[in-house]
């Protein structure tokens, strides 16, 4: 039986994964982060030194016969996955060492294109109670491409801002979920064993995703996904069997404030920006045939031409040519290395292109 919480944008459906699955359009969402089932393959309580029960996962959900029954599980709902993504669609997955490879090996054999494995490092992780081996302080991302040819989202300056002007490395420590963001029963114990940070949806919502895009969560529990999603102006669509779980999560979300859209304004890398010649700048008259460019040290000095190429002496090219055969180089960025002088002070050709933008867009309105 299908129950459907929330309106068509945004909506948790109660029902089973492969079933609800299959009712979705091909092509029809742009993300998929999916926590599934770890296949923990517990054999009894775990107990404290003290002798008190550990409140660790004991659910029939986590409970498969057999690895070949957990594959075939895995690669009949990452199929349907697979399905329902837009072509330059991706897809995130979340294991510990009792799954992942298992996981990575179906992402691969299905057709998946992975573009890094992550590493998220818990601040705060459970102790090994047993002392019979490492405490288990991490858990893996899979994040992977519908195919080698998609033209994913990555929001490589925001990331990049979100790390303090560093590149975001794939090794994330951020705490799990604790204190008030655990949701709890009317009894106070914890309302699902596996419940993420919002911390970790955040950022990879963010890294992945623009406003507006829809993602799907097949293994909804209680919202994370929906809330983080709420939050930053993205849809959602989560798949719980579990209608507890479901109420849960939608009395959550429903809790969650959405952002202002001026708030949702993150740097965007230049590669998801319009693309514009060096020609088209001198077409505008930023910059004029005849001006003069040089490098950062004015060891070179150039002159720009009316079709967009630049010469120095007898040397003619490209932005890029000419400033990489003046280098003895194979290759230079001419926007970076290039630049012109304002008001006494030099500044990349890139200022001009970022200009040609701005009134390229106001034309547009």
């Known amino acids: 039986m299908r129950k459907s919480l929330g309106n068509e944008a945004s909506r948790i459906v109660v029902g089973d994964c492969l079933d609800m699955l299959q009712g979705l359009a091909s092509d029809s969402v742009d993300l998929v982060f999916a926590d599934p089932p770890y296949n923990l393959q517990l054999d009894g309580d775990l107990l404290r030194p003290n002798n008190t029960i550990v409140d660790g996962v004991h659910q029939d959900w986590d409970k498969f016969l057999s690895f070949e029954a957990y594959d075939q599980f895995t690669r009949a709902w990452l199929s349907e996955c697979r399905r329902v993504l837009k072509p330059n669609g991706a897809l995130w997955l979340i294991g510990s060492y009792h799954n992942v490879f298992r996981l990575g090996t179906a992402v691969q054999d299905l057709g998946f294109w992975i573009l890094n494995d992550v590493i998220w490092r818990k601040t705060n992780p459970m102790p090994n109670f047993r002392g019979r081996r490492f405490t288990n302080a991490h858990e893996t991302l899979i994040w992977a491409s519908k195919s080698a040819a998609s033209r994913y989202t990555f929001n490589y300056e925001a990331m990049k801002a979100l790390n303090d002007d560093l590149q975001m490395r794939s090794d994330w420590l951020i705490p799990i979920c604790s204190g008030p963001e655990r949701l709890k029963t009317r009894n106070g114990q914890k309302a699902h064993p596996t419940q993420k940070p919002e911390g970790l949806l955040h950022r990879i919502l963010l890294a992945s995703t623009n406003p507006g895009d ?60 319009p693309r514009i010649a060096f020609g088209t700048i001198v077409e505008m008259g930023i910059l004029v045939a005849g001006s003069k460019v040089c490098d950062d040290r004015r060891l070179h000095l150039a002159e720009v031409k009316a079709d967009g190429s630049l010469s120095h002496g007898h040397l003619k090219g490209s932005i890029h040519k000419l400033g990489a055969t003046l280098q003895g180089r194979p290759a230079c960025n001419g926007w970076t290395y290039w630049h012109t002088e304002r008001d006494g002070q030099l500044q990349p050709i890139d200022a001009l292109r970022d200009r040609a933008r701005r009134q390229l867009a106001i034309a547009a309105e």
């Open 214 to 273: 829809t993602v799907l969560d097949p293994f909804f529990g209680t919202g994370t996904t929906g809330a983080v999603a709420r939050r930053l102006g993205r849809n959602y669509l989560g798949i719980e069997r579990d209608a507890d779980y479901a109420q849960a999560a939608a009395e959550r979300i429903a809790n969650v404030a959405p952002l202002e859209p001026s708030a949702l304004d993150t740097l965007r890398s230049k590669r998801s920006e």
